[in-house]
């Protein structure tokens, strides 16, 4: 049984094509980086979006078709409004890292409405304010998988699963939205997308050759967990991209948020409501790519050569606070910070503390989680693009302390989605069953312990 999972990152997007025994046998790519127009902004074009996959979807199936299904990943919390008649976006769709709505996250916070800048409450209310001074049409509200949804099906089906409404912010505790709070901001239930399960069939891809029906739909870091196998309780896995995420499986139990992290659906089928505990890194691979900006490197896959010619940073540590602090802190005000720097620091140097740096940022979010759940990981597992970096791997099991299992999958995200058709097809009876035999490609074991005294001294120093 072949299935087709898109995965709508953050940089680019895929179309992956997947066979029977979960093993990818076709692939079309296409880069598609986000575009900064002002401080603080990230923003994307939804149509470019919406063109890629239905062109990559296109090819894929060209050549690897026909599937029984379709599954949909993308970014969480990135937010797209468009005109319910004409299909037409009411603007550039605004980035899930983007901190335009940091100052009216605050004014809530200081009403008791808890809101952030990276769920997408207050991104709709922006949307929605932008869209009344333009055409006024009938305006949709989503996140990229209901504008991907509404796209393959020719305007058919506006959905979102419980895992990405949950990262919106705008869902209430017995999972429809809260009404109250969309007052609050002036946006329209009827604007925003029916709230479904990750697994089962919720339309039919019409636009695509052959109609496969779309039978899957979930967040992206929810469907890494599930594609890095992390299906059992206590099962952990860092995906490191551009942000990191830091995801823990705890079965049926929703564990209740603290030390900076937060409780989050990991899939939806009709057997119930898995949960996981996230904690996030706002600056994993955007770190490195600052780098190359700099011109201390010319590309991101030069920093491990680099690092490498140090055994040690000397001294030099950096807190990759480039967009503020995730988990645990949760400080917008906080600063990219550069400290222990000499006349005899040298490009390497540098190149390895912000290696390392990601690595404490990570290692902080794995102890939030341990500490939220009480549960201590024997293991974590890895992918993303940063997986890919020897140097960074290696500082995650000496910051961490435990052993990091590489996916042989650099992205993990489109296995898991294919893994939600199969169970939404009926060909697995849930995601363990859909990932049973997972192993990683290379065992990574803590080598140098992390000075994580002098990690926490630094972290203070780049707060606001």
């Not at 979930?218 to 890095?228: F, H, R």
Request: with cysteine; proline share 5%; hydrophobic share 45%.
């Amino acid at each position: 049984m072949t299935v087709l999972a898109i995965d709508a990152g953050t940089s680019s997007i895929r179309a992956l094509i997947v066979d029977a025994d979960g093993r990818p046998v076709g692939e079309e790519r296409l880069s598609l980086p986000p575009a900064s127009p002002e401080p603080g902004f990230v923003e994307f074009d939804p149509s470019e979006v919406a063109n890629a996959v239905v062109g990559l979807a296109t090819d894929a199936l060209a050549s690897h078709g026909p599937v029984v299904g379709v599954g949909i990943a993308s970014q969480r919390s990135s937010a797209v409004a468009w005109d319910r008649t004409t299909g037409e976006p009411a603007g550039a769709g605004i980035g899930w890292q983007d901190l335009r709505t940091t100052t009216r996250c605050g004014e809530l916070r200081a009403e008791g409405v808890f809101v952030v800048p990276n769920q997408s409450a207050t991104k709709f209310e922006w949307l929605m304010k932008a869209a009344r001074t333009g055409s006024g049409g009938d305006i949709c509200l989503g996140t990229v998988d209901s504008w991907l949804a509404w796209v393959l099906s020719g305007g058919d089906v506006h959905v979102t699963d419980l895992t990405s409404a949950a990262a919106t912010g705008l869902l209430g505790s017995d999972g429809s939205w809260d009404e109250a709070l969309l007052d609050r901001l002036s946006i329209a239930v009827t604007s925003l997308p029916e709230v479904v399960g990750s697994a089962g069939v919720v339309g039919a891809a019409s636009v695509l050759p052959g109609s496969p029906p779309i039978a899957a739909v979930v967040g992206d870091q929810q469907a890494s967990l599930i594609g890095l196998g992390c299906v059992s309780a206590g099962q952990v896995k860092v995906t490191a991209g551009t942000g990191a995420m830091v995801d823990m499986c705890t079965g049926g139990i929703a564990v209740t948020g603290v030390e900076g992290c937060y409780a989050m659906p990991a899939w939806a089928t009709d057997d119930g409501v898995a949960w996981m505990l996230e904690g996030a890194v706002l600056s994993a691979g955007a770190a490195a790519a600052w780098l190359v900006d700099l011109g201390v490197v010319p590309d991101v896959e030069s920093t491990h050569s680099l690092a490498s010619e140090c055994e040690e940073s000397g001294g030099v540590v950096f807190v990759p606070a480039l967009s503020g602090l995730g988990t645990p802190t949760w400080d917008d005000g906080a600063r990219g910070t550069l400290l222990g720097v000499t006349r005899g620091t040298g490009r390497a140097e540098i190149c390895r503390a912000v290696l390392e740096g990601v690595a404490n940022c990570c290692a902080d979010a794995v102890e939030a989680v341990a500490a939220a759940s009480g549960t201590s990981p024997g293991s974590l597992r890895l992918d993303g693009g940063m997986s890919t970096n020897p140097t960074f791997v290696q500082a995650l099991a000496d910051a961490t302390g435990v052993v990091v299992e590489r996916s042989d999958a650099v992205e993990a995200t489109a296995l898991g989605a294919a893994a939600l058709v199969r169970v939404g097809t009926g060909s697995a009876t849930d995601p363990a069953d859909a990932m049973a035999g997972w192993q990683p490609a290379e065992m990574v074991h803590p080598v140098r312990p992390g000075d994580r005294g002098r990690w926490a001294e630094a972290v203070s120093r780049a707060r606001s």
